[in-house]
């Protein structure tokens, strides 16, 4: 069975920092790029950040660039979400995205 599970969520300050992991099994993605996207309550999903399948190229959306930084560990089949400086509106539902296939998504939520 293809899974992806993300864990990592929680509740932390404005300016603080999480580390989001999503595992993947049931499918190999060596050669797959591999993203992150999130969803705001009330509001569409949105892209956040995507990698290749090497990991030599990075995409970013604008709101985090220079904040969020994403990785990947093939042997482990895991991919990363690390995320500084965070702010109330990065509050959401932070989804991995690979072959077509979505997780159930970990909350984050900004708040002081």
Known sequence: QMQLVESGGGL???GGSLRLSCATSGFTTTRLTMNWYRQAPG???EFVAGISSGGDNRVYADSVKGRFTIS???DKK????RM????TEDTAVYYCNALGLWGQGTQVTVSS
Not at 78 to 81: A, G, P
Not at 84 to 87: E, M
């Open 12 to 14: 932390v300050q404005p």
């Open 43 to 45: 509001r569409e999903r």
């Open 72 to 74: 990947r560990d093939n």
């Open 78 to 81: 895991t991919l990363y979400l």
């Open 84 to 87: 500084n400086s965070l702010k």
